[in-house]
């Protein structure tokens, strides 16, 4: 059954959308929550990439446990007070639990959970929020990375690739850790161009498609064939333009080579590093609708299935050799014989 969209704006808290709520939410009658709610982090939905992959589980625990819920967006250039105010106002309306998409929400997460304890919270990509109401969403990015490294290593055909990242922080330190690992491992002596887009979040590092496709260029231009981006929004930059100079991007978060507003560059995504943030918003979902939340940390990682390597591209497939050097790395890591960098 479709599930109405409404589109909504909220005062001083960015637009917002929200599912048709069930007054009886459970059939069980254990959820008496209003449904779920999600604040997206920088970029926004229609990111094809984190906010996206959130809203997909967002969107799947709604409509099958019949819950409802409300998603927001961020505002350009808010504070941590406009994460508060969003926060507060999911919790005060009922929504049950409230979700903060994104390390940015760590201090607002910390705040408002204490002023609604009975209301379960979870953040995504943050583990600093120590409360018994609050779940830790995290993830070895570092072991999808790596995956992405080896890939990139065996289908270069110069040995010389490139990272781009969206800002200058551990989170992201991480991803560039386990790629360059993963694609020394096939070649040690390999070049690897590395770039981040901006110092902080608020300069638009994972926002800002025309910083990446700017980069992606530099980076073209330098040598590199295989340009791998953790760049949230700013990501379709870098595929736009590695499409353009025909050669492979490997796209994050998301299956990206699936994703509809990529289309048209999809045959130059060898795959993606996966990281299932929809499955964490499910989960967490999920065990407040059963009554039985989810609390502290909660890491996902290639053994759980939370990250991993997309193979969706038939071009990728079909390029054996890749795919046995990937699918070995990975059984590598999940037996503990490889142990992936983290920065």
């Given at each position: 059954?479709?599930?109405?969209?409404?589109?909504?704006t909220?005062a001083?808290?960015g637009e917002?959308?929200?599912?048709a709520d069930?007054?009886?939410?459970?059939?069980?009658?254990t959820?008496?929550?209003?449904g779920?709610?999600?604040a997206?982090?920088?970029?926004g939905?229609?990111?094809?990439s984190f906010?996206?992959?959130?809203?997909?589980?967002?969107?799947?625990?709604?409509?099958?446990?019949?819950?409802?819920?409300?998603?927001?967006e961020?505002?350009?250039?808010?504070?941590?007070a406009d994460?508060?105010?969003?926060?507060?106002?999911?919790?005060?309306a009922?929504?049950?639990?409230v979700i903060?998409?994104?390390f940015v929400y760590?201090?607002?997460?910390?705040?408002?959970a204490a002023?609604f304890p009975?209301?379960?919270?979870?953040?995504?990509?943050?583990?600093?929020?120590?409360?018994n109401?609050?779940?830790d969403?995290v993830f070895h990015?570092?072991?999808?990375?790596?995956?992405a490294?080896?890939?990139?290593?065996?289908?270069?055909?110069v040995?010389h690739i490139?990272?781009i990242?969206?800002?200058?922080?551990?989170?992201?330190?991480?991803?560039?850790?386990?790629f360059?690992?993963?694609?020394k491992?096939?070649?040690p002596?390999i070049?690897?161009?590395?770039?981040?887009?901006t110092?902080?979040p608020q300069?638009?590092?994972?926002?800002?498609?025309?910083?990446g496709?700017?980069?992606?260029s530099?980076?073209?231009?330098?040598?590199a064939?295989?340009?791998?981006?953790?760049a949230?929004?700013?990501?379709?930059?870098?595929?736009?333009?590695?499409?353009a100079?025909?050669?492979w991007?490997?796209g994050?978060?998301?299956?990206q080579?699936?994703?509809?507003?990529?289309?048209?560059y999809?045959?130059?995504?060898?795959?993606?590093?996966l990281?299932?943030?929809?499955?964490?918003?499910?989960?967490?979902?999920?065990?407040?609708?059963?009554g039985k939340?989810?609390?502290?940390?909660v890491?996902?990682?290639?053994?759980s299935?939370?990250v991993?390597f997309?193979?969706?591209n038939?071009?990728?497939?079909?390029?054996?050799?890749?795919?046995?050097?990937v699918d070995?790395?990975?059984?590598?890591?999940?037996?503990?014989?490889?142990?992936?960098?983290?920065?």
């Open positions: 059954m479709a599930v109405a969209v409404v589109a909504l909220a001083g808290c917002s959308s929200k599912k069930s007054a009886d939410a459970s059939s069980s009658g959820y008496s929550g209003k779920i709610g999600l997206y982090d920088i970029g939905k229609g990111d094809q906010n996206d992959a959130a809203y997909a589980g967002f969107e799947k625990a709604s409509t099958e446990f019949k819950m409802g819920g409300r998603d927001i961020p505002q350009d250039g808010e504070s941590d994460k508060v105010q969003r926060l507060t106002q999911l919790a005060q009922g929504y049950n639990p903060g998409v994104g760590g201090p607002a997460v910390k705040e408002v002023k009975k209301t379960s919270f979870g953040i995504i990509d943050d583990e600093s929020v120590t409360a109401n609050v779940a969403l990015e570092e072991q999808a990375s790596y995956l490294g080896v890939a990139a290593a065996k289908v270069t055909k040995n490139g990272f990242g969206g800002v200058d922080i551990p989170l992201i330190h991480k991803f560039e850790a386990g360059v690992q993963g694609a491992s096939v070649n002596s070049k690897i161009e590395s770039q981040y887009l110092e902080t300069e638009g590092g994972f926002s800002s498609p025309d910083k496709k700017d980069a992606a530099g980076q073209i231009e330098a040598g064939d295989v340009i791998y981006a953790a949230g929004l700013s990501g379709q930059g870098v595929i736009s333009e590695a499409a100079k025909k050669i991007a490997i994050v978060d998301s299956d080579y699936s994703q509809q507003a990529l289309a048209a999809k045959d130059y995504i060898l795959g993606s590093a990281k299932n943030v929809g499955g964490a918003v499910y989960d967490l979902s999920k065990s407040v609708y059963e939340p989810l609390t502290g940390v890491r996902a990682d290639l053994k299935g939370g991993g997309a193979d969706t038939p071009k990728y497939k079909a390029m054996t050799d890749v795919v046995a050097a070995k790395a990975k059984q590598d890591i999940i037996d503990g014989k490889v142990t992936v960098n983290t920065n």
